[in-house]
DNA sequence: TTGATACTCCCCCGATATGGGGAGGGAACA
DNA sequence: TGTTCCCTCCCCATATCGGGGGAGTATCAA
């Protein structure tokens, strides 16, 4: 049993951390106190950089990585479109690649149940927060509905400190779109054309090409396509 | 004083309500429960469909949607690049059109102290949970120190109602994509060339092509730019 | 067994996008 | 009053994309 107050100076406790292994001794007390098996935060996306901390073996998450299973992975996928966190009985495991991965997962020593946080930060930033565990279905529920609000805080704790120690990963965030930028990819990314979009915007192609030149410079991006995937992540654009 | 069991008798009731008018008087509960002049939930959105409820009176709310004031609202601009809730104090007051603004709410009955929730859900869906009051700075920094937590609560469940009530936004159901065809749209999304991915998968690039072009039609996208937007927006991909 | 779905490979060619330049007017901000 | 950002227009060469063909493997399920 976990009582309010516990979780209070938990929270404090975060607050204070100033260290990665802050953070990873946080929630290695966090697993313990709340008598599961397994409790992990971890970024997502797609590019290279990782970060997270937790109790998984080391060999599972390195596993994970080198198979790029965050593509196939349904708490990845299932989280990303939900906002409130979830039980993994309730994703998608029917697609043959997730079989596989959850067969591979406990193997590794994942447990049968999962509960998973999805937190969003700005820039399209993307973490999740997960308890993992071995018991029967009524234990898990029990469990689940005792604690999701913790969990929803102890989460966004963890998230906020994240952000802390990752700020030099995102200097130039600010970097906003102006108007015509925005109506260019906007455009682009429901899937006109260039002569399209310049047609739309009743300026000459020439033009339009400026304006996508400056909005991949400005996103840091490689090519068009890149450009958009960015502009919509980070929710310069919507679609 | 605010006890846990009355929040969490608070979110319970959040939980169960079914309509609009549901919300709109939880929010007015809530606000008499704190003893704040206000307390808002809103939308923020570039485009112009609104969703909102509050305590404000609909003269001051009607006034900005006019005046377009998310453009320049300080709280706009800032929580939008922030995590943590913050308080109005420490946001950039400093341009000419956000101290116009701030003179502007005032006279409409907007308080002094205001403290924001930021609020992100999927597809990047945005919102703000505000606390509008008039009082000193001392009094002010002792109220929210104390319910800050409660407050990013009640956000996250009162987003979470939000979403349940405008699910119809968000119809079409995703097609689901192959492991491969997700390999290449997202390394699309994170810049590569066709002729890069290929080389990244080990694949040739005309197998790629087939990936590419069977994503685009299950998508319903009419060019690879497009059917890596939907794939993000449709939170197929991580990016 | 048959059918469906993924995954892999190959050809040609025209349409389109990209990247490298340069240049001028206007509004806003300090 | 100058600097900075935004909007607008232009040329050219080449890399990339998109559309049209066709064909073989493997696995899984009806």
């Known amino acids: 049993m976990v009582t309010h107050s516990k979780v209070e100076a938990i929270l404090e406790e975060l607050e204070q951390a100033d260290t990665l292994d802050g ?5 290695v ?16 996306d797609s590019a290279g950089d990782h970060y997270g901390c937790g109790t998984y073996p080391i060999e599972w998450a390195q596993h994970y990585t080198e198979q790029n299973y965050q593509r196939v992975d349904p708490v990845v996928i299932g989280c990303y479109q939900r906002f409130h966190p979830v039980d993994w009985k309730r994703l ?3 697609s043959k690649a997730a079989r596989a991965f959850l067969v591979d997962a406990m193997n590794f ?14 820039n399209g930033q993307f973490a999740l927060f997960t308890v993992n565990h071995t018991c029967s279905d009524e234990e898990w ?7 999701r609000r913790d969990l929803i805080l102890i989460g966004h704790y963890f998230n906020q400190k994240a952000l802390e120690f990752e700020t030099d990963r995102a200097p ?23 002569a399209q979009v310049a047609n739309t915007l009743s300026i000459s192609e020439h033009t339009l090409r400026v304006y996508i030149e400056s909005a991949r410079f400005k996103l840091g991006a490689l090519n068009t396509t890149h450009a958009v995937a960015r502009a919509i992540s980070r929710g310069l654009i919507v679609v």
Chains 1, 2 share one sequence.
């Open 92 to 94: 998608d495991w029917s």
């Open 29 to 44: 007390m966090l697993r313990d106190l709340y008598h599961v098996d397994h409790m992990i935060y971890h970024w997502v």
């Open 141 to 147: 529920s029990a469990l689940t509905n005792e604690h």
């Open 172 to 194: 130039e965030q600010a970097q906003s779109l102006s108007p015509r930028e925005v109506d260019a990819m906007t455009l682009l990314a429901i899937g006109y054309s260039r």
């Open 109 to 122: 020593g994942v447990g049968n149940q999962g509960f998973s946080v999805p937190i969003r930060g700005p």
């Open 23 to 27: 953070l990873q001794s946080a929630i």
